[in-house]
């Protein structure tokens, strides 16, 4: 049995050349599973003897953990772990990490386009061309320079948006209770409660981890405090938002717009179509993390976290110190 074996049970990405190169640099040895089949077992068959694991959305629970008394570390590329029983894993040793922060400019710029893109409601102008030439597609469209940005989660994708959105609006309210005051001085932004923000805020914009305290955070009431009618852009995770209260509001002309980039299901499939092809609503599939250069970063952070977890030293992005 090779007691260096280093595995990814859920493939994806074009290549692992640095992956590999990493772990072989350092006398791992390293291998991808690439049976097209999602089946659990193989996977388990595949995983077995690993000291260490590379994981995407493969489901890891207590009887996956007890199929390989091996392993050491688990990686999940990414900064979600909902797939993951971390629990589990601690009972047996096991420790897991993410990737935190890794592609902060891509999500805050896709954040920013589809903020632009709901304020000038560019779908709709693109369908509207021959039929409403030189008119604007729908009322209001709106300009940020005197606007307020709420950002609800001020971290590392939430503070690369503060510091690129501040030139945009008049003001920045964010709420975190995990983050320090001088943080907030530091990027310009108010630090507020969460009805403050919702309450005060022409664009809000997610960037909080899927969580108990944060899973279905923006619901009914949450609608209800919008006083502004706000354009409300999602590129967290789904469960963030409720879809039939988003769904709700909508109709009912408590926001202006939304954009969304992460859904309660991925692929949508079962989400409610009148909401994903709503006139006011713009989505995009889960990409918003993506550009070449953060892809190369996750891949090189994943790897690197591994090494580390394996070596036993500590490091901020592991769940299970």
Not at 311 to 316: A, K, P, S, V
Request: include cysteine; charged fraction near 25%; hydrophobic fraction near 40%.
């Amino acid at each position: 049995m090779n007691r260096n074996r280093i595995v990814v049970i859920d493939g994806g990405y074009d290549s692992y050349e640095i992956e590999r190169k990493i772990f072989e640099r350092a006398g791992f040895s390293f291998e991808i599973y690439s049976e097209e089949s999602d089946n659990q077992k193989l996977k388990i068959n595949f995983a077995r003897g690993a000291i260490g694991m590379l994981i995407r959305s493969a489901l890891v629970d207590e009887s996956f953990l007890r199929e390989l008394p091996e392993l050491k570390a688990i990686v999940r590329y990414g900064v979600g772990y909902e797939n993951v029983d971390l629990a589990a894993a601690t009972r047996r040793g096991v420790k897991v990490a993410i990737v935190r922060g890794y592609g902060r400019h891509a999500v805050s710029e896709h954040a920013l386009a589809l903020m632009f893109a709901c304020a000038r409601a560019l779908p709709m102008g693109e369908l509207s061309l021959l039929t409403h030439f030189a008119k604007p597609p729908r009322q209001p469209l709106f300009e940020f320079h005197d606007k307020t940005l709420g950002i609800i989660g001020l971290g590392s994708i939430g503070g690369m948006l503060c510091s690129k959105a501040r030139c945009l609006f008049k003001r920045i309210l964010a709420t975190d209770p995990y983050i320090s005051v001088r943080r907030f001085e530091e990027l310009g932004a108010e630090e507020c409660d969460l009805s403050t923000l919702l309450a005060e805020s022409h664009v809000i914009s997610l960037h909080c981890n899927l969580t108990d305290e944060t899973q279905g955070l923006i619901a009914g009431q949450a609608f209800e405090q919008m006083a502004k009618r706000p354009i409300l852009i999602n590129t967290a995770r789904g469960p963030v938002v409720n879809d039939d209260a988003l769904l709700w509001a909508l109709k009912n002309d408590m926001i202006h717009s939304a954009g969304l980039d992460v859904y309660a299901e991925e692929p949508p499939l079962r989400i409610n179509p009148e909401l994903l092809n709503h006139p006011h609503v713009i989505t995009t599939g889960h990409y918003a993390w993506y550009s070449e250069e953060g892809s190369r970063e996750l891949q090189r952070r994943a790897a690197e976290n591994m090494l580390a977890l394996l070596r036993g030293e500590t490091i901020d992005d592991c769940l299970n110190p």
